[in-house]
C-alpha cells in the first residue's frame, strides 16, 4: 500500500514537473518572441531611418545633378549661340568679299580689253617707228639683233672671263696654301740623300800588259767574258780602261764585277772567267734579294711577294736621269705615306704604291711600252689591291688619273725627282726642252717672243698689245700650260708668265 502511494506520489510530481517545465519553457519562449519582435521592430525602425536618409541624399543629389546639368545646358545653348552669330558673319563677311571679287573680275575684264586695245595701238605704232627706222638706217631687224647679240655676246664672255680670272685667282690662293702646307710637312718628315749617281760603265786596268792579257789569244778571252756576262766590252785607244756597254743594268754589274775580280786575280783564261763569272752572279742575285727585302722593310712594306722583291732589288742597279731607282723608290714610298697621312687616305697602300710605282724600270729593257704600264701589269700579277695597281699605272699620265692615290704617288714622284741635285740632265735633251718650251709659247696667234729662263722651269711670254688684251692674256697663259702638259715630259712643274705691255707717247708742243 505504501508502494502505490510512493508510486502515486513520484507520478504525480513527475506529471507536476513536466507541467511546471512546459510552463517555463512557454514562458521562456514567450520572453524570447518578445524580445525578437523587439529587435525587428528596432532593425525595421532602424531600416526605415536609414532608408529615409539615404532617399533624402539621392533626392539631394539628384537635385544638384539636375541643377549642373542645366547649368550646362544653358552654357551650350549660349556657346551655340554665340557659334551661329559668329557664323552668319563669316557668311556675310564670305558674301561681301565674293562680291568684291566680282565686281573686281568685272574691272580686270574691261581693263583687259583696254589692255588689248592699247597693245594692238602700240604694236600699230611700233611697226611704224621700225620701218621709219630701217628707212632711215639703211638696216634690217633681223641685222640688227644679230648685231645687238653680238655685242651681248662679246660682253658676257668678256664678264665671264673677268669673273672666271677672279675665281682662278681665289680657288688657286686656297689651294696653293694647302698644297704648300701638305708638301712641305711631307718634305720636312723625309729627309734622305739626293745625291746623284752614274752608272759605272768604266773599269781601270793597272797597265796596258793587263789589257793584252785581258784580250788573250786572238781574242778568246775578251769573247769568252763577253759570252759569260752578255755584255760588251770596249777596249779602245784609251790607256788603261775597259768600257762596259750593256742594256741590261744587272749583266752590267756582273761584267764589272767579274772583270775587277779577274784582274785582281790575274789568272785570265777562259774557264776561270766562266767561274769567277758564275760566283759573281750568284752573289750579285744574293744581293738582289738583301736590298729587295732592305727597301721593303725600310718602307714598312711587309709581305711582298718574292717576284716582287727580286725585281726591286734588280733596281739598285738601275738609274734614271743619274738618280738611282731604288732610293728613289724608297723615297716615294715615304713621301706618298706621308701626304697620305696628311691629307686621310690609306697610308699603307700609299706606301706600297711609291714603293712599286717604277718596278717596270726593271724589264722595260725587255719589254715594250711605258714603264708605268709594265710596273701596273707586273703589279696586277703578285698583288691583288686594285688601288695599288692603279696609283701604279696613273702615276706619269700614261693612264688617266682618277684615283685620289695616283694623284699621291705622282706628287710624291714629282717631289723626289724635282729636288736639287736629284737628277742629272743631258746637255742635249736640256737644250732640245728648252727650245720645245720656246716653239710651243710662240706657234700661239699674237706672241712676239718667248724665252724659257730658269733652266727650263719659266716661260716668258711677249705678246702683242694690239692684238691680245688683258683676258686674252690670261686666257693665253692657260691654254700655253696645257699645249705644255700634253707635249713635253718634264719633273716638277713650269712657270708660264704672259706679259702684255702697252706703251703710250705723245709730244708736248
Given at each position: 500500500?505504501?508502494?502505490?502511494?510512493l508510486?502515486?506520489?513520484?507520478?504525480l510530481?513527475?506529471?507536476?514537473?513536466?507541467?511546471i517545465?512546459?510552463?517555463?519553457r512557454q514562458?521562456?519562449?514567450?520572453?524570447?518572441v518578445?524580445?525578437t519582435?523587439?529587435?525587428?521592430h528596432?532593425l525595421?525602425?532602424?531600416?526605415?531611418?536609414?532608408?529615409?536618409?539615404?532617399?533624402?541624399a539621392a533626392?539631394?543629389?539628384?537635385?544638384?545633378?539636375?541643377?549642373?546639368?542645366?547649368?550646362?545646358?544653358?552654357?551650350?545653348?549660349l556657346?551655340?549661340?554665340?557659334?551661329?552669330?559668329?557664323a552668319n558673319?563669316?557668311?556675310?563677311?564670305?558674301?561681301?568679299?565674293?562680291?568684291?571679287?566680282?565686281?573686281?573680275?568685272?574691272d580686270?575684264e574691261n581693263?583687259?580689253?583696254?589692255?588689248e586695245?592699247?597693245?594692238?595701238?602700240?604694236?600699230?605704232?611700233?611697226?611704224k617707228?621700225?620701218?621709219k627706222?630701217?628707212?632711215?638706217s639703211?638696216?634690217?631687224?633681223?641685222?640688227?639683233k644679230?648685231f645687238?647679240?653680238?655685242?651681248l655676246?662679246?660682253?658676257?664672255?668678256?664678264?665671264a672671263?673677268?669673273?672666271v680670272?677672279?675665281?682662278e685667282?681665289?680657288?688657286k690662293?686656297e689651294?696653293?696654301g694647302r698644297?704648300?702646307?701638305i708638301?712641305?710637312?711631307?718634305i720636312?718628315?723625309?729627309?734622305?740623300?739626293?745625291?746623284?749617281?752614274?752608272?759605272?760603265?768604266?773599269?781601270p786596268?793597272?797597265?796596258d800588259?793587263?789589257?793584252?792579257?785581258?784580250?788573250?789569244?786572238e781574242?778568246?778571252?775578251?769573247?769568252a767574258l763577253?759570252?759569260?756576262?752578255?755584255v760588251?766590252?770596249?777596249?779602245?785607244?784609251?790607256?788603261?780602261?775597259?768600257?762596259?756597254?750593256?742594256?741590261?743594268?744587272?749583266?752590267?754589274?756582273?761584267a764589272?764585277?767579274?772583270?775587277?775580280?779577274?784582274?785582281l786575280?790575274?789568272?785570265?783564261h777562259?774557264?776561270?772567267?766562266?767561274?769567277?763569272v758564275?760566283?759573281?752572279k750568284?752573289?750579285?742575285e744574293?744581293?738582289?734579294?738583301?736590298?729587295?727585302?732592305?727597301?721593303?722593310?725600310?718602307?714598312?712594306?711587309?709581305?711582298l711577294?718574292?717576284?716582287?722583291?727580286?725585281?726591286?732589288?734588280?733596281?739598285?742597279?738601275?738609274t734614271?736621269?743619274?738618280?738611282?731607282?731604288?732610293?728613289?723608290?724608297?723615297?716615294?714610298?715615304?713621301?706618298?705615306?706621308?701626304?697620305?697621312?696628311e691629307?686621310?687616305?690609306?697610308?699603307?697602300?700609299?706606301?706600297?704604291?711609291?714603293l712599286?710605282?717604277d718596278?717596270?724600270?726593271?724589264?722595260?729593257h725587255?719589254?715594250?711600252?711605258?714603264?708605268?704600264l709594265?710596273?701596273?701589269?707586273?703589279?696586277?700579277q703578285?698583288d691583288?689591291n686594285?688601288e695599288?695597281?692603279?696609283?701604279?699605272?696613273?702615276?706619269?699620265?700614261?693612264?688617266?688619273?682618277?684615283t685620289?692615290?695616283?694623284?699621291?704617288?705622282?706628287?710624291?714622284?714629282?717631289?723626289?725627282g724635282?729636288r736639287?741635285g736629284?737628277?742629272?740632265?743631258?746637255?742635249?735633251?736640256?737644250l732640245?726642252r728648252v727650245?720645245?718650251?720656246?716653239?710651243?709659247?710662240?706657234?700661239?696667234?699674237?706672241?712676239?717672243k718667248?724665252?724659257?729662263?730658269?733652266?727650263?722651269r719659266e716661260?716668258?711670254?711677249?705678246v702683242?698689245?694690239?692684238?691680245?688684251?688683258?683676258?686674252a692674256a690670261?686666257?693665253?697663259a692657260?691654254?700655253?700650260?696645257?699645249?705644255?702638259?700634253e707635249?713635253?715630259?718634264?719633273?716638277?712643274?713650269?712657270r708660264v708668265?704672259?706679259?702684255?705691255?702697252t706703251?703710250?707717247?705723245?709730244?708736248?708742243?
Open positions: 500500500m505504501l508502494e502505490q502511494y508510486y502515486i506520489i513520484v507520478g510530481a513527475l506529471v507536476l514537473g513536466i507541467g517545465g512546459y510552463f517555463v514562458l521562456v519562449a514567450n520572453r524570447e518578445q524580445r519582435r523587439k529587435e525587428a528596432k525595421l525602425d532602424d531600416a526605415t531611418t536609414k532608408y529615409n536618409e539615404l532617399l533624402r533626392r539631394e543629389e539628384a537635385i544638384k545633378v539636375a541643377n549642373v546639368a542645366e547649368a550646362e545646358n544653358r552654357e551650350r545653348r556657346e551655340i549661340q554665340r557659334i551661329e552669330k559668329r558673319q563669316k557668311a556675310e563677311s564670305l558674301e561681301r568679299k565674293l562680291e568684291g571679287v566680282e565686281r573686281r573680275e568685272r580686270l581693263k583687259k580689253k583696254d589692255v586695245r592699247l597693245t594692238a595701238e602700240l604694236q600699230e605704232i611700233r611697226g617707228q621700225l620701218s627706222l630701217e628707212s632711215l639703211g638696216t634690217s631687224s633681223t641685222e640688227a644679230t645687238l647679240f653680238q655685242m655676246k662679246q660682253e658676257v664672255e668678256e664678264e672671263a673677268r669673273q680670272r677672279v675665281w685667282a681665289q680657288i690662293e689651294a696653293d698644297v704648300r702646307d708638301l712641305a710637312t711631307a720636312q718628315r723625309c729627309a734622305t740623300d739626293v745625291v746623284s749617281e752614274t752608272t759605272i760603265s768604266a773599269v786596268l793597272p797597265s800588259e793587263m789589257k793584252g792579257r785581258l784580250i788573250g789569244r781574242g778568246r778571252n775578251i769573247r763577253e759570252q759569260a756576262t752578255g760588251d766590252l770596249i777596249i779602245d785607244d784609251t790607256p788603261e780602261t775597259v768600257t762596259v756597254s750593256s742594256f741590261d743594268p744587272v749583266r752590267r754589274e756582273v764589272r764585277l767579274a772583270l775587277g775580280r779577274l784582274i786575280d790575274g789568272r785570265i777562259p774557264a776561270r772567267i766562266k767561274e769567277i758564275d760566283k759573281t750568284a752573289e750579285v744574293a744581293t738582289i734579294r738583301s736590298e729587295g727585302e732592305r727597301a721593303a722593310y725600310e718602307a714598312g712594306v711587309p709581305g711577294h718574292p717576284e716582287l722583291v727580286k725585281l726591286l732589288g734588280q733596281l739598285k742597279f738601275r734614271s736621269y743619274g738618280q738611282n731607282v731604288l732610293l728613289h723608290s724608297l723615297e716615294v714610298s715615304h713621301l706618298a705615306g706621308m701626304l697620305a697621312s691629307i686621310g687616305v690609306n697610308v699603307s697602300a700609299a706606301r706600297k704604291a711609291g712599286l710605282h718596278i717596270g724600270k726593271a724589264i722595260d725587255q719589254t715594250q711600252g711605258p714603264h708605268a709594265i710596273g701596273a701589269d707586273l703589279v696586277k703578285w691583288r686594285p695599288v695597281v692603279q696609283a701604279v699605272a696613273e702615276h706619269h699620265g700614261e693612264a688617266e688619273t682618277s685620289v692615290m695616283g694623284f699621291v704617288v705622282a706628287a710624291a714622284d714629282a717631289i723626289s724635282s736639287p736629284a737628277r742629272r740632265e743631258s746637255l742635249e735633251h736640256y732640245k727650245k720645245d718650251l720656246e716653239d710651243i709659247a710662240a706657234d700661239f696667234p699674237g706672241v712676239e718667248a724665252f724659257a729662263i730658269q733652266a727650263g716661260v716668258r711670254v711677249m702683242k698689245p694690239e692684238k691680245v688684251d688683258d683676258l690670261v686666257r693665253l692657260r691654254d700655253i700650260s696645257k699645249k705644255i702638259e707635249s713635253l715630259t718634264y719633273p716638277g712643274q713650269i708668265v704672259v706679259i702684255r705691255e706703251t703710250a707717247i705723245d709730244y708736248a708742243k
